[in-house]
């Protein structure tokens, strides 16, 4: 039995999802965007290249968009069924907030 495609588009948007670098560089966009590469690597300690090759995967499953400042790019969150349910999820005070998921 093959699998209808909405399903396989979802597990594709899970997987992406399942990274906790990726799934910490959209709640941050989505907190905090616009936002540079710069400021999201040091917003979340991981390197330029680890950030830049996350947000273009991000891209691809169209989970953010960008923006030109000048000769910055700038990351925001998009339209999206991940987004939205991100903006249900995510507690605004932080993963560090004495609610969050452990």
């Keep these: ?10 597990a594709a948007w899970f997987a992406v999802l399942g990274d906790p670098s990726r799934l910490m560089l959209l ?3 989505a907190r ?3 936002i ?7 917003a979340s300690g991981l390197k330029a290249t680890t950030v830049s090759h996350s947000l273009r995967l991000l891209r ?6 960008t ?7 700038l990351y ?6 991940v987004t939205d349910l ?17």
Aim: proline share 12%; charged share 25%; no cysteine.
């Design 36 to 42: 540079s590469v710069s400021d999201l690597a040091a």
């Design 76 to 81: 925001r969150s998009a339209p999206h069924p």
């Design 86 to 102: 991100l903006d249900r999820v995510v507690d605004p005070a932080g993963p560090d907030h004495e609610d969050a998921p452990r």
């Design 1 to 10: 039995m093959s699998h209808p495609r909405q399903v396989v588009g979802w």
């Design 60 to 65: 691809v499953h169209e989970m953010v968009r």
């Design 32 to 34: 905090d965007g616009p």
């Design 27 to 29: 709640v941050l966009i």
């Design 67 to 73: 923006e030109r400042d000048g000769h910055t790019v």
